[in-house]
């Protein structure tokens, strides 16, 4: 199959994937509450509630209601905000450069951190260096995201102030939030390389580089370290998800402007459209995101890109 | 019952310097008295081993028999001068003491004294940036629509409301408007403060008073169809009740003066709709920008603070309106702001608002769970204080309604006061206080404490108790001894202590035989739910912190309330609603709130629980100075005092 076949094929498949994500949550925003009634003052009739409901057509049924959504979401109107003012996808539009910030930060934080340490451990396995590296991926791994956010604040923010505790402006807030998004996808990827390298370095072709005389950097950055990333590239697309689904938390934690805390104010105002808008973006950063790391993963190992050929 | 007030009762005392300074130096004082004089036992042991030690010095004595006479006299004379050496002593002791105590008095005195003068004339910072750090911050900056009502903030800074309340009596005080004319029983004139001025420097007049009932009440003309009802979800509003639906009749007489007639007599007009509930804006600058304008770009009215920008994810700022007409003296709320400029910062996560005192971002948070504070309590580089919460008394309705006089085909079980009663005896409110609570709030009685009207000792001293063998008694003599089963309705985003609260509640229900199911709504359901009267069961209510009672009473007291789940037409409760909200003059309205709360709390009409407080956060070097009728919050912003350090 040629690759852009399958880059097409991958692109339908995305596509597919965030219709049924907007579909099931258009039906279970409709099931637990009516925007009707955090539109409306307390002291509003009966008549009123009605005029409104009529109005963002909430009375028709749902299939019409579902049908009038995609007919919209086609055409990239994803609807008017309830509780601000705007289209739903240019105030969630907005807030994307801020989710994209973290989440790469936060990646960045699990690969130098991951990658680096699991090669050490494995180089040095059953060293007090390893033991050490394989007690901070259990402790990565063990930590919620939430909960090491409080604590670097309380000691990197409060206690040395280093660092800002809230807020994003400038390079020194993004650290924080960096790492508590980050330092679970690098306990991961660290347990990934140790493993990986470990298989790699007791390998034939290694003991040949060896024999050749190469020098032992190369041998373990060109010819280990390349084949022990494997691994880690498939499970990076999986990481992304779960990085941007954990920004939701780290931007409530460390005020940071960005989709996740728009989402949940959102759901609490029981403002569809922003949601909706809000789940659109991030189940396309997601499912595309996933797409760049498969088509890369082909690009760099030859054996998968051969197979699908 | 205690009635002291609520909120010295809910203030936390700490020992102050002075305190200590006092303390330390009555017991350097006592010290020193007790080594110099001695006491007790060890004063006589001194006084004979004086005596001994003067026997001692005597010359050797003479034949018994010739020298027992003057030897007697001698002891006499050595004894009376052993005593009044000792009671020179006692003499000398009591000056020094006095003379240290005096001076040391004279000392703290001196220091009290000059405490007393910073505290009259702090050094405050006139130009400080005061930063507040609050946990949500709705994106809409028009006061009176509806979805931006909870924008409280951009309220109180940037618009004013008709009157405000004084901070020690909750009573009505003038503000962009004076105390009502009253004409007749129906008839009421409003005189505009003269002198107020808009932010872009135009005055406030009867014209704006008029408008901004039209607007509240969705009559303004340019409401319906004109060019500026563009607001893409309609533009509704959030204080449809403060408007000039309760107007008979209304106008201009010029432009100053604003005339209202009303259908009935009605006490409660001038606390209603002056009341904080509705802001104020400019009507020639909301025609002219139009409602989309004005919730979503530009903030504009007569406020303390002058609106400069705001970010719904980030926070917002404002800088201090210095042509402000209420002086920055006393403690009247709003006033001219003790700083210059004003910054709010969204912080979703309460632990990461005091981290941003902690760490020198934040001055002052508000609104607090007690629970998060309580580690601070003692340190001494923040000050937490206690205060009620918004929503200060919590109770439980029973839905009495006729849509629910009979539950699966037996009568509704709560039309029997006894088992309202019953209800009532079953909880402990004193062990929720001790263990869920902070051990500072009291039971709940109905109305807020700090609402016009509250009866304090005459209410108070009827609290029902806790008696859950009586309870039991009482649904057995009402016919039920097994018990009976209901459901409990409950809100659980509105505040989170509810759904915290509801289980010990629960649990209390239970033992006495009353078994509930907790029902549970996010707040978008539950209050047009509670609305319909159509659900069987208890509802969980509280009331808010406005001054004027008709809030809470309107809305949940009287039978055409829009929360009056339980209602009671055998009683006088009705009539005497009615009666005090055409009682014109402020004490006889006074006796018949009293007398209504009596008779509804003696009816047993709720399950009265118990208050509920909040906790405000400030740096060390920050003040802020609130009447005992006032919150710390959006409405006493201006008064918040940064010390220069």
């Known amino acids: 199959m040629q690759f852009a076949n399958l880059l097409v094929i991958r692109l339908i498949q995305t596509i597919l994937v965030i219709w049924v994500v907007v579909s099931i949550v258009f039906v279970i925003s409709r099931l637990i509450g009516n925007p009707e009634t955090s539109l409306m003052p307390w002291d509003a009739t009966n008549e009123d509630y009605e005029r409104i409901r009529e109005k963002l057509g909430l009375n028709d049924p749902m299939i019409v209601q579902y049908g009038r959504f995609l007919g919209d979401a086609l055409q990239g109107d994803l609807g008017f905000s309830y509780h601000r003012t705007g289209p739903a996808l240019d105030i969630v539009a907005d807030k994307v450069l801020g989710t994209v910030k973290l989440t790469a930060a936060g990646l960045v934080v699990a690969l130098g951190l991951g990658v680096p340490l699991g090669v050490f451990a494995a180089l040095r396995r059953g060293s007090p260096l390893d033991w050490l590296a394989r007690l901070v991926a259990v402790f990565g791994q063990a930590t919620p995201s939430f909960w090491l956010g409080l604590m670097l604040i309380f000691f990197l923010a409060t206690r040395v102030s280093w660092f800002p505790t809230a807020g994003a402006e400038g390079f020194r807030s993004l650290v924080l939030p960096a790492i508590a998004l980050g330092l679970l996808s690098a306990a991961g990827f660290m347990r990934l390389t140790r493993s990986g390298m470990i298989d790699v370095m007791n390998t034939d072709f290694i003991r040949t580089a060896r024999a050749k005389g190469l020098n032992e950097r190369t041998v373990i950055l060109r010819h280990g370290l390349r084949h022990a990333l494997i691994p880690v590239m498939t499970i990076l697309g999986i990481e992304l998800g779960r990085l941007i689904a954990g920004s939701v938390i780290i931007e409530v934690v460390f005020s940071w402007p960005g989709i996740g805390r728009l989402m949940i104010e959102s759901i609490l105002q029981s403002d569809y459209p922003t949601v909706q808008a809000g789940l659109v973006v991030i189940a396309a950063s997601i499912t595309l995101g996933n797409l760049i790391v498969d088509m890369t993963y082909r690009v760099i190992d030859p054996r998968i890109r051969m197979a699908a050929l | ?645």
């Open chain 2, 1 to 645: 019952m205690s009635t002291r007030n609520y909120w010295k009762r809910m203030s936390h005392r700490r020992l102050s310097r002075r305190t200590l300074l006092r303390a330390s130096a009555r017991a350097g004082v006592g010290a020193t008295g007790l080594a110099l004089v001695g006491c007790g036992d060890d004063d006589d042991d001194g006084q004979q081993v004086a005596q001994v030690q003067q026997q001692q010095e005597q010359p050797d004595p003479q034949p018994a028999q010739q020298q027992e006479q003057p030897q007697q006299q001698q002891q006499a004379m050595q004894q009376e001068q052993a005593e009044q050496q000792a009671e020179q002593q006692a003499q000398q002791v009591e000056q020094q003491e006095q003379q240290a105590e005096q001076g040391t008095v004279e000392a703290i005195e001196r220091e009290e004294a000059e405490q007393d003068e910073q505290a009259a004339e702090p050094e405050v910072d006139l130009d400080a940036t005061v930063r507040v750090a609050i946990g949500r911050y709705t994106a809409g900056l028009d006061p009176q629509r509806s979805g931006s009502q909870t924008n409280y903030v951009n309220g109180a800074c940037t618009f004013d409301s008709g009157m405000s309340n004084h901070p020690e009596t909750a009573a009505l005080e003038p503000n962009l408007v004076q105390l009502p004319e009253i004409v007749d029983s129906t008839n009421v004139i409003f005189h505009v403060t003269p002198g107020v001025m808009f932010h872009d420097g135009s005055p406030y007049t009867a014209h704006d008073l008029e408008f901004n009932f039209e607007r509240v009440s969705s009559a303004a003309e340019y409401h319906q169809g004109g060019e500026t009802s563009d607001h893409p979800n309609e533009w509704a509003s959030a204080r449809q009740a403060f408007g000039t639906d309760n107007f008979a009749s209304y106008s201009v007489i010029d432009d100053l003066t604003f005339a209202v007639e009303t259908p009935a007599p009605n006490a409660s007009l001038a606390g209603s709709i002056m009341s904080g509930a509705v802001r104020h804006v400019s009507k020639a600058f909301v025609e002219e920008n139009g409602d989309a304008y004005v919730d979503s770009v530009f903030a504009m009215g007569t406020g303390p603070f002058r609106f400069v920008d705001s970010d719904p994810d980030v926070g917002a700022n404002w800088t201090r309106n210095d042509d402000y007409h209420k002086p920055r003296d006393g403690l009247t709320n709003p006033r001219l702001p003790w700083y210059k400029d004003f910054e709010v910062q969204i912080r979703p996560e309460p632990l990461a608002q005091i981290a941003g005192i902690e760490a020198g971002e934040i001055d002052a948070i508000y609104n607090l769970p007690t629970d998060v504070v309580e580690p601070y309590r003692d340190n001494p580089n923040f000050k937490v204080l206690y205060q009620p919460s918004s929503q200060p008394t919590h109770y439980i309705m029973f839905n009495t309604h006729d849509t629910v006089a009979e539950v699966d085909g037996v009568p509704n079980p709560f039309l029997d006061i006894r088992v309202r009663e019953a209800a009532n005896l079953a909880i402990n409110r004193q062990e929720i206080i001790d263990g869920l609570l902070t051990g500072t709030e009291g039971p709940a009685f109905g109305p807020y404490r700090g609402t016009i009207g509250y009866p304090g000792e005459a209410l108070e001293s009827r609290y029902h108790g806790y008696d859950p063998e009586r309870a039991k008694a009482l649904l057995e003599e009402a016919g039920y001894p097994d018990g009976l089963d209901v459901d409990l309705h409950i809100v659980t985003d509105f505040q989170p202590i509810v759904p915290i609260l509801a289980l010990p509640v629960q649990e209390y229900l239970e033992a006495v035989g009353i078994r509930t199911t907790i029902k549970e709504y996010l707040s978008s359901e539950y209050f047009r739910t509670v609305r319909t009267f159509e659900l069987p069961g208890m509802f969980w209510f509280f009331t808010n912190t406005i001054a004027e009672p008709e809030t809470v009473i309107g809305s949940g007291v009287t039978e055409s309330g829009f929360y009056a789940v339980s209602v009671y037409p055998e009683t006088e409760i009705e009539e005497l609603y009615q009666a005090q909200n055409q009682a014109l003059d402020p004490g006889e309205r006074a006796a018949l709130l009293e007398e209504m709360y009596i008779t509804f709390y003696d009816n047993y009409s709720w399950l009265f629980l118990t208050e509920v407080s909040a906790a405000a956060m400030l740096a060390a070097n920050v003040n802020w100075p609130v009447g005992s009728a006032e919150l710390r919050g959006e409405g006493t912003l201006s008064a918040i005092q940064k010390l220069k350090v």
